[in-house]
C-alpha cells in the first residue's frame, strides 16, 4: 500500500513553534523568506496574507461570507486571496474544534453591565 507524502501544511504544524523572546522582535516575514524553499506554497500564502494593510474593520465583518462587505465595488483584496483567507479559516475552525456560530446565536448575545 502506498502512503501519499506529507504535505507542506501537515510539516509545518509537526515542526513546533517558534520559542519566544520577549527581549526580541519576531519578523514572521523574514521567518517566511529564509523557509521558502523548504515551505513553497505555504511561503507564498504567508507573503499574501502578511502583506495586507492593517485596517480599523473588524475582521469577521470583513471576510463574513453572509454579508455584502466585500463586494466587487468595495474590495481591495484579490478574490484569490479572499478565497485563501476564508479557506485558512476552515482550516483552523476544523483543526481546533471551532463551530461558527449560527445567525440566531450572534443576534442573542446578552452582555451585563455593572450597576453604577
Known sequence: MLHPEKSELDIYLEEGCHLFNPEEQFDALSWWKLNTYKFRILSSLARNVLAIPITTVASEATFSAGSRVIDKYRASLAPSTVEMLMCGGDWCRKRY???????AEKQHLTIELPNN
Open 97 to 103: 474544534g471551532v463551530k461558527k456560530k449560527t445567525k
